[in-house]
């Protein structure tokens, strides 16, 4: 056989086998220390990644080999890192003690090596003490091959990572030592004699008497939305002052990738005076839905394409017990300097009820209040542990009902202004349905 011939043939054997063996490779190097952060003008020790905070934005395509090599730099805890919602071999998940992963002991190294199976908006965090909550979280965008969007309407000129997350001057924990000490021990809204006195002008002595005596013997607050109160909310690690600033040009779309990496507060994101239409729910796409507002729960993400046509506009995330917001900008990146925030009014926060609290109206009169288990009323964790429990509901897909969008959607809706429109309750089942199970 002729060399040439000898050439062909190793080529074209070459060509068969490319499409599995040549698969790029993209590489990321995390080092995992703490530092000393200053966010609201206090420095405090949180978790750093590659000598920042937050960690950084990972990006792949679809049929990457990605190999992520995690340094802990940490002299005296284990660390982690799980990529949430991904499809991986167990090993790879990233949850200490979930099939053999073991964590990743100070001074150690661990390879994460994975091919990349599915494209979308995801994130990345600890999994090991209270590090999330300290700040070890970061945004992790996989694109469709060759960067082409799945469909028609997902085509946009810009693309932007909106990562929402919240900062407390106390670390995890003594967060979690305040809660173990107490369960309201952050609950500085609560209801007033004003409050039950009005509640008494509404409904009457006996239905107050009994709403309240419910309430009290569950050991429960009715302003209970939030675990934790005394957050400064971010966006992209920047607090509102520092006023994160996306750009674009006339005429352009923008993909805005939201992401809630927060601890545990649930956020109603708006920006006024500008349509967003939904596209993707937790990396999966969705039958566009327009919106002028949206709820998003701890751990979700929501795509949204927006079209804007004035100068600037301001994104604004209201957490959910009305505590504060999480501020950001749009801007035409014709003019210059960036637009000042204008920090909005709070509205009035809701108070919970039987309904969202899972019981029925009609029956509750005659139960036995005594007989409810009151572990359902346990801190929520600062360690996103949670999370696994949280998204392995989301495999019957029904993660927008269990998370937010679901029993705390008809509190919210009482407090919407009358200038937003609420998501249809068709629509979020649509997103539900279409929702990809989410693992650990």
């Not at 109603?268 to 500008?274: H, M, Q, S």
């Not at 839905?289 to 209201?318: C, L, N, S």
């Not at 909005?344 to 007989?371: F, I, N, S, V, Y």
């Not at 696994?388 to 705390?408: E, F, L, Q």
């Amino acid at each position: 056989m002729s060399a040439k011939i000898y050439a062909g043939v190793i080529a074209s054997f070459s060509l068969l086998f490319a499409p599995a063996s040549w698969a790029a490779i993209k590489e990321y190097h995390l080092n995992i220390d703490q530092g000393m952060v200053n966010i609201t003008g206090k420095s405090v020790k949180r978790m750093t990644v590659n000598g920042k905070f937050i960690a950084p934005l990972l990006e792949f395509e679809e049929g990457d080999e990605a190999v992520i090599h995690v340094h802990n730099q940490l002299k005296d805890q284990d660390t982690s890192l799980h990529w949430h919602g991904l499809l991986l071999p167990g090993l790879m998940d990233g949850v200490p003690g979930f099939n053999g992963f073991k964590g990743i002991q100070p001074n150690g190294s661990f390879e994460y090596r994975f091919k990349v199976r599915q494209n979308g908006t995801y994130w990345y965090h600890a999994h090991s003490k209270g590090q999330e909550q300290d700040g070890l979280y970061g945004a992790l965008v996989i694109y469709p091959k060759g960067k082409q969007p799945v469909a028609q309407h997902e085509k946009a000129d810009r693309d932007y990572v909106v990562m929402l997350s919240d900062f407390h001057e106390t670390d995890s924990d003594q967060i979690m030592a305040n809660l173990k000490k107490s369960a309201e021990y952050y609950q500085n809204q609560r209801e007033t004699v004003g409050d039950v006195w009005q509640q008494v002008k509404q409904k009457g002595l006996k239905a107050t008497w009994q709403d309240r005596s419910m309430w009290n013997q569950m050991r429960m607050l009715k302003t209970d939305l939030s675990d934790v109160t005394g957050y400064t909310f971010l966006v992209n690690g920047k607090t509102p002052q520092q006023n994160w600033t996306g750009a674009f040009s006339s005429g352009e779309k923008v993909r805005l990738r939201f992401i809630n990496a927060s601890a545990m507060s649930f956020f109603d994101v708006r920006i006024p005076n500008l349509k967003m239409t939904v596209v993707s729910a937790d990396g999966q796409p969705v039958k566009p839905v327009a919106v002028d507002e949206f709820r998003i729960g701890a751990a979700e993400t929501y795509d949204v394409i927006v079209e804007p046509k004035q100068a600037h506009y301001q994104i604004e995330a209201e957490s959910i017990d009305r505590s504060g917001f999480a501020i950001a900008t749009l801007q035409r990146d014709s003019v210059a300097p960036p637009a000042q925030i204008k920090m909005p009014k709070a509205r009035p926060r809701a108070l919970l009820t039987m309904q969202d609290m899972g019981m029925d109206h009609g029956t509750h009169a005659q139960m036995d209040m005594k007989d409810m288990d009151h572990a359902a009323h346990k801190p929520i964790s600062t360690d996103h542990s949670d999370h696994t429990a949280m998204k392995m509901s989301d495999m019957d897909h029904s993660s927008h009902d269990s998370m937010g969008m679901g029993k705390m959607n008809d509190m919210h809706q009482q407090q919407m202004s009358s200038q937003h429109e609420n998501v249809k309750a068709e629509s979020v089942q649509g997103w539900a349905n279409a929702s990809t199970p989410i693992g650990h």
